[in-house]
């Protein structure tokens, strides 16, 4: 019960600065990695073993009861289709989660980063918005995973269970082993429970990691709104007192301004570098995502539309998820490029702010207006430069491809509800 409590706390009230962001999510998709999970425990390591073959064996059934539907003459509409809208959110699944797992590293490294919270570390402000966002995404994650584990169990037991044959083993015994035909039943449809897991691995993955990497992003572009505030104050808007301020006070703050500046910069620098961490784990990923969720959301809302009911409730809440992560997924690379925009008009502002004239006899005036005359420019060049994500190098990660994506799924649902006037 301590346990329990001391974990309750540490997910939705408690936060440190050196608490791992992703300890929720990795322990979510501790069993549903498309590589032995990074850990020593070898329970662990026997039931992610287990699961991945038992999956395997009922993936391959899958594909059994696939060809037998197609065999039959006529072939049977209704079970294909229900068949084949299991099959292929499944298969995407897996290939996304093979992605990540081919990444493992480059992952492992941008969560390494996130995690060290560098920039900032000891500001207030800044301490509450990670505390914020923590909690945020713990809470978010934990109702997610609720609600899919609830609907994979409703569909499992009822669909999976008692629903078209094409769910069951296609190997059955005879009616001598009836009994043990329905234990064999009912292990394979609770079998299907765990899907869900492997079926959203990677959005309980990229979630968060955009999340924090996008809340860095704004610490960051707070430190640069703190310099330029603090120039407003100390120089732009105290004219007379300026006018009035000895070399070496004059000195002393072009010092100060230089040196955190060029902090502000290294913290910057080392952000985009590992961008490219992000960009080249999300390019090949988001494109499996991309080509598939119009297809997965349409096929899922269809059926609901055409005969409303119950049964068709878990179909309809899949493509809803679908489309939610295609929606907030889009949206936090569209504010990764929107935030780092708002970096420019400070640069602007400490450009302007160099331009004014100097003692010319302060050699060190000289040298540190120099020295963030230069880093203002390379700023400048680098904020300039999109941090923008392809799928594929495609699709823009923006909320207009969202748009795009469900006018397709509105197009789709259209031409599948005429063709059967």
Known sequence: MNKITRIWRQCFHEFHISYDYF?????????????????????????????????????????????????????????????????????????????????????????????????QRDDVR???????????????????????????VVWALTAGLHGDEVFKVPFQLTKEFESLQNVIDVGYAVLLIPWCFTLWYSPTQFVPILSFFNTELRIIVAQFDGLFENVKVNYTLELNDRTEMTMAQRTRFWAELDVAFKDAISHHSSYISHFELLRKISRLNFFVFLCSSAAIITFNIFPIIVNPSLEHLPLLLLALQYACESYLCCSMFSSLESENRRIAKYVYGIDW??????????????????????????????????????????????????????KSVYSLLTLLLQSMD
Request: proline share 3%.
């Open 23 to 119: 300890w929720l999510a990795d322990a979510l998709c501790l069993i549903s990695e498309q590589r032995p999970p990074l850990t020593k425990r070898a329970s662990i390591r026997f039931l992610w073993t287990t699961l991945s073959i038992l999956h395997a064996f009922q993936y391959g059934c899958f594909v059994i009861q696939l060809i037998h539907c197609l065999k039959q003459s006529p072939v049977n509409k209704h079970q294909f289709a229900a068949i084949v809208n299991l099959m292929i959110p499944l298969a995407v699944a897996v290939v996304r989660g093979m992605c990540l797992a081919n990444q493992r590293e480059s992952v492992l490294k941008l969560k390494r980063y996130i995690n060290s919270k560098i920039c």
């Open 126 to 152: 800044s301490f509450e918005l990670r505390k914020q966002q923590y909690r945020k995404i713990n809470r978010n994650l934990a109702a997610f995973h609720c609600v899919t584990t609830a609907n994979s």
């Open 353 to 406: 702010l160099c331009e004014e004239r100097y003692d010319a006899a302060n050699e060190l005036d000289r040298i540190h207006r120099k020295s963030i005359k230069q880093n203002a420019l390379i700023l400048h060049q680098r904020v300039n430069k999109a941090l923008a994500v392809k799928a594929g190098d495609m699709f823009p990660l923006t909320l207009e491809t969202f748009s795009h994506m469900m």
